[in-house]
């Protein structure tokens, strides 16, 4: 079956620091990959998207690449912001059949001034 | 603005009692789903309806029941079967029944018992 697995936090880094959270995927087929991004006390909200190999999904300085090659989707920004501190959570979906998004177990990250 | 809305944000349970969380979206969204996320963990799947009138378990449906009897509307009730029901409860939508185009969150329900 489909599965995510993310980078076990938490982490934590200092401000303007560069920051990359892994994401690897197991799927048939060529799934859409997402990373979402939760605040404290709120819902998930959508931070990028890639929905084929080699596509790039980029948002608020946030980045991440579709390998298909290496089955990954990694969060990186170059320089990251006490206002980024959050949880983080990678997922994918199918394009076919009644497929639910499979979301990996979020990373939590926390910057320091 | 479309969205999702989820009421009430905080919710006190005493024992034994059932509680309904509600969940509305008018974005004319034909999926809709309900998670549970406890503190540290990721996001379990409760219950998802795929059309109107039409529901599935997810993946720890036990103690919990829903209905989808119009489009906008996808209400959770957390029953006293549910043992351990003190967690934040999430509600998505997603365009199709196939999401290859991601899910819509609200902004969350915060259960707790009293």
């Known amino acids: 079956g489909n599965s995510v697995t993310q980078m076990e936090g938490p982490v934590t880094l200092s401000e303007e620091a560069f920051l990359t959270i892994n994401c690897t995927y197991t799927a048939t087929g060529y799934p859409s990959l997402f990373w979402y991004v939760q605040y404290p006390g709120e819902g998930l909200q959508l931070l990028l998207k890639?929905?084929?190999?080699?596509d790039k999904g980029s948002n608020k300085g946030f980045e991440a690449t579709y390998r298909k090659e290496t089955t990954s989707f990694h969060l990186e920004k170059g320089s990251v912001q006490v206002s980024d501190s959050a949880v983080y959570f990678c997922a994918l979906s199918k394009d076919f059949g009644n497929e639910k998004l499979t979301f990996g177990t979020g990373t939590r990250l926390t910057i320091i001034p | 603005d479309g969205g999702i809305t989820q009421s009430p944000k905080y919710l006190f349970r005493k024992e034994g009692q059932n509680v309904t969380l509600s969940c509305e979206q008018n974005l004319n969204h034909d999926a809709m789903y309900w998670y549970r996320q406890d503190p540290g963990q990721g996001l379990r799947l409760i219950y998802y309806?795929?059309?109107?009138?039409?529901?599935q378990k997810g993946d720890i449906a036990e103690g919990y029941s829903v209905s989808r009897e119009k489009k906008e509307s996808f209400p959770l009730t957390v029953t006293s079967a549910q043992k351990n029901p003190t967690a934040f409860y999430l509600c998505?939508?997603?365009?199709?029944?196939?999401?290859?185009?991601?899910?819509?969150f609200g902004s969350g329900t915060r259960l707790t018992v009293v």
């Open positions: 309806s795929q059309i109107v009138n039409d529901f």
């Open positions: 998505a939508s997603s365009m199709t029944a196939s999401p290859v185009y991601g899910y819509t």
């Open positions: 890639a929905t084929k190999a080699d």
